[in-house]
């Protein structure tokens, strides 16, 4: 199967095996035993688990509910059972951290951690404070059995609109599909033979209650926000039009494609501080 993006052709037969053989040789540099991973329900942690499956080292496949929605949890389960089924390395976990999280909330309300913070901000809060504790169980497991926790972002979440949580999805050791878009990644699944009920599902986090997809929340869709990053890398003058004028390199674009720039663009400002090291002061002049 191949599939062109961005005029660039990649051929999934190959791909697969090439990611999968990366990660082998990770883990044997590492010295460490194998792989875990969160498995959500949706494509990006179905195809990463089915790569770290495919290397033959042990992999512990971890579904982590908090408040999640029965469509969600539904497609976690049936795909955990299809790894199961066809990679005999591969063991689970289903770790309910609903009463976890809903204890975290309350002491912190109850310590005035919210005090004057808007209902907007505490809702935000909550459904990182989710992430986080995911994360926290993983290194959790992963620590007492030698593990590596393998990331589940794509190029698009990751380093383009940094669409994670920092410490959260974002605290990992490997990222297999860093270098993979959105479409790409769904084009993977497929060859890898992922369940069509994830294939056909929209994307979402799961942090939310109110069963909100990741479209939803940034006010664009995959392909377009693809279409924006490669667009962005290749424009003069963003800032300019970001401030409001518009350079003719921008006067072709239709109403609807500037907005999804501007989305895009505001959202990789924002959070370019997940997709950098942390800034460290430099001591060099004083010493």
């Known amino acids: 199967m191949e599939t062109t993006t961005q005029n660039k052709t990649l051929n999934y037969a190959i791909v697969k095996h090439y990611i999968a053989d990366w990660l082998k040789n990770y883990a044997t540099k590492s010295n460490l035993k194998g792989y875990i991973i969160g498995v959500s329900g949706g494509i990006d942690s179905a195809v990463c688990s089915t790569l770290c499956a495919m290397t033959g080292f042990p992999l512990t496949v971890v579904k982590m509910s908090i408040h999640q929605a029965a469509d969600q949890a539904d497609?976690?389960?049936?795909?955990?059972?299809?790894l199961k089924a066809n990679y005999p390395n591969v063991k689970s976990l289903d770790i309910d951290l609903t009463d976890t999280y809903d204890k975290e909330?309350?002491?912190?309300?109850?310590?005035?951690?919210?005090?004057?913070?808007s209902a907007d901000d505490i809702f935000l809060t909550s459904a990182n404070t989710r992430s986080r504790l995911r994360m926290v169980t993983l290194y959790g497991i992963a620590g007492a059995h030698k593990l590596l926790v393998c990331g589940?972002?794509?190029?698009?979440?990751?380093?383009?609109?940094?669409?994670?949580t920092k410490y959260g999805d974002g605290g990992i050791d490997v990222s297999p599909i860093g270098?993979?878009?959105?479409s790409e990644t769904y084009a993977l699944g497929k060859e890898l033979g992922v369940?069509?009920?994830?294939?056909?599902?929209?994307?979402t986090d799961g942090?939310?209650?109110?069963?909100?997809?990741?479209?939803?929340?940034?006010?664009?869709?995959?392909?377009?926000?693809?279409?924006?990053?490669?667009?962005?890398?290749?424009?003069?003058?963003?800032?300019?039009?970001?401030a409001g004028h518009e350079p003719s390199f921008f006067a072709p674009l239709s109403d609807r494609q500037k907005n999804v720039i501007?989305?895009?663009?505001?959202?990789?400002?924002?959070?370019?501080?997940?997709?950098?090291?942390?800034?460290i002061c430099d001591l060099s002049n004083i010493r």
């Open 105 to 117: 909330i309350e002491l912190l309300t109850k310590a005035g951690a919210f005090d004057g913070v």
């Open 152 to 164: 589940t972002g794509n190029k698009v979440e990751d380093f383009g609109i940094g669409f994670f």
């Open 195 to 203: 369940i069509e009920e994830i294939l056909n599902a929209r994307p």
């Open 207 to 242: 942090l939310w209650d109110d069963g909100r997809t990741d479209e939803d929340q940034i006010g664009a869709t995959y392909d377009e926000l693809e279409w924006a990053m490669n667009f962005c890398d290749t424009a003069p003058s963003i800032e300019e039009f970001m």
């Open 262 to 279: 501007r989305v895009y663009w505001k959202r990789h400002t924002a959070n370019a501080h997940k997709m950098i090291m942390p800034p």
């Open 179 to 182: 270098e993979l878009l959105k």
């Open 75 to 82: 497609r976690g389960t049936k795909h955990i059972e299809w």
